[in-house]
């Protein structure tokens, strides 16, 4: 069975987030059960470095504002699955984020360099790109590829089903009207039933309309996306489609996420814990933290947004200090985020520590060194740090929200009695609830050492791997 996704990024060529992990993972995984699995990407900087033995298949001309656009084809680096790549200099060759220019603003061709992907897509499942391959599903991810399945409605002659993976429904892709004409998206589609959305054009929600079936990641968010408090204006267009959506939780690829990795200071396992107490050691040097602290050893990897409390979390700190206990933080964010944290480092040296900026190394070192990671998200499609924690044995702090409520088991009586608990679960949304689940999580690493140990391996022995996931959609391509 012949799949196409189309998706902006993928790990480990371009990334700024989750999703980058799951392209980087999930196609290999569905190939590993012999599906012929092909992605399609866009021409930016590190697809072109990053993909191995680039060949033009068709020059396509100029389209969307390029003079000249090619698909070309490669393999990528790690797994050698095929991938197309749309090479249009002017829209792509841009170095930096790949959303946004170096003003931190969005490029304001953003409609036509996305429009592209999915236009694209449309006229390789049509076979008019690569008539040697045609894709037998076409898979499409979050509002940058949203478009997608509005293109192969249009066309007339093509009936390849489609699946939309929503992997955060708070990027709506919201662009002017008066954009339509350079969409090429005719006036029948510019109204509450189609792509409008408040006087604008949403490119999630023409991949929430159009799509034969839409996935969310986790089982949670599909039922919260449906409630006007998780839905973001569109839950209203998720209920009418309730019967055509489905939450598949992400996986984690294992081969780069395991306390055996070469990024960390000792490898360690399930079996034989003292090298996580190396790596901790290695982090509270690598950022001149005390090692004598009482409490634990908190971190962050995260987008530093209100998305993922880390308001919330800035508000606690005193609390956490009282503990005792550290905190490390990876991130890049909000202006005001930022600066809240590299205060709160400066003003308290040994025991808080800030690194503003991205760095896939440094955020192995963090899952590996720390005894907690802290994910207080105000809400959270599935969250992926919470589970590379897990396998480190490091125990995720989190807010039962989306993933997070699927994937943590709460330390209480109950769960530890049955000897299932892996994490610290709090509930409401505020700093009240959050310092009073960290000052208990303190209280255990304190009090009950051999408890924290016990709960470590019940975490490290968690197996989020793609199998299941990968097996739920292969299913759901073939009911289509
Ligand atoms: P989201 O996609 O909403 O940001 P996820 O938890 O799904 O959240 O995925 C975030 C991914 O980005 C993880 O792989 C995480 O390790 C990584 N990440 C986030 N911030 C940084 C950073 N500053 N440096 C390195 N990796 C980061
Ligand atoms: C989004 C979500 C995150 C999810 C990731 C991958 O970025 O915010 O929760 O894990 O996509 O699906």
Not at 4 to 31: Q, R, Y
Not at 93 to 109: E, I, L, M, S, T
Not at 292 to 313: E, H, I, N, W
Not at 468 to 476: G, H, I, K, M, P
Request: charged share 20%; net charge negative; with cysteine.
């Amino acid at each position: 069975m012949r799949i196409l996704h189309v998706a902006f990024e993928i790990f480990p060529l371009v990334k700024t987030g989750g999703l980058a992990d799951v392209l980087g993972s999930l196609p290999p995984a569905l190939a590993k059960r012999g599906l012929d699995v092909r992605v399609l990407l866009p021409g930016l900087p590190g697809v072109l470095d990053g993909i191995v033995g680039l060949q033009t298949v068709t020059r396509i001309g100029p389209v969307f504002g390029a003079a000249s656009v090619t698909l070309c084809v490669g393999r990528l680096p790690d797994s050698h699955l095929p991938a197309y790549v749309i090479d249009a200099p002017f829209l792509f060759r841009r170095k930096g984020n790949p959303y946004v220019g170096p003003d931190g603003q969005d490029w304001d061709d953003n409609h036509r360099r996305f429009g592209l992907l999915g236009w694209a897509a449309a006229h390789l499942a049509a076979g008019e790109l690569d008539p040697e391959w045609i894709p037998e599903v076409v898979h499409a991810h979050d509002w940058h590829a949203g478009l997608t399945p509005a293109y192969i409605m249009q066309n007339p002659s093509l009936s390849v089903p489609t699946v939309f993976t929503i992997h955060n429904l708070a990027f709506r892709g919201i662009f002017p009207m008066e954009y339509h004409n350079e969409l090429d998206l005719p006036m029948r589609r510019l109204n509450p039933r189609g792509v409008e959305f408040h006087g604008n054009i949403s490119f999630m929600k023409a991949g929430m309309v159009y799509s034969n079936r839409i996935t969310t990641v986790s089982p949670s968010y599909a039922r919260e996306i449906c409630t006007p408090e998780f839905g973001c204006g569109l839950d209203g267009v998720m209920r009418d489609r309730a019967v055509d959506l489905s939450g598949i939780l992400n996986g984690v690829d294992y081969a780069v996420w395991n306390p055996d990795d070469t990024e960390i200071a000792k490898p360690y396992s399930i079996d034989d814990l003292a090298g996580k107490k190396a790596c901790k050691l290695d982090l509270q040097l690598e950022f001149s933290l005390s090692t004598q602290a009482r409490g634990p050893l908190f971190a962050v990897v995260s987008r530093l947004t209100s998305q993922k409390g880390m308001d919330l979390l800035l508000a606690v700190l005193p609390e956490l200090l009282q503990e005792g206990a550290q905190l490390v933080v990876l991130g890049t964010g909000e202006g005001e985020l930022e600066d809240g944290f590299r205060y709160a480092a400066s003003t308290n040296p040994d025991n808080i520590a800030v690194y503003i900026g991205y760095d896939e190394s440094m955020s192995h070192r963090f899952m590996a060194g720390a005894d907690i990671l802290l994910v207080p998200s105000r809400f959270e499609p599935c969250g992926l740090t919470q589970l590379y924690a897990l396998r480190y044995g490091t125990l995720p702090l989190v807010r039962r929200v989306g993933g997070l409520a699927d994937t943590v088991v709460d330390v209480n009586d109950e769960n530890l009695a049955a000897d299932s608990a892996t994490g610290f679960v709090f509930d409401e949304a505020t700093r009240h609830a959050l310092s009073s689940r960290i000052r208990e999580a303190c209280a255990f690493y304190c009090n009950d050492e051999a408890g924290w140990t016990k709960v470590q391996r019940n975490a490290m022995r968690q197996d989020f791997s793609w199998d299941d996931s990968a097996a739920n959609y292969e299913q759901l391509y073939r009911s289509l």
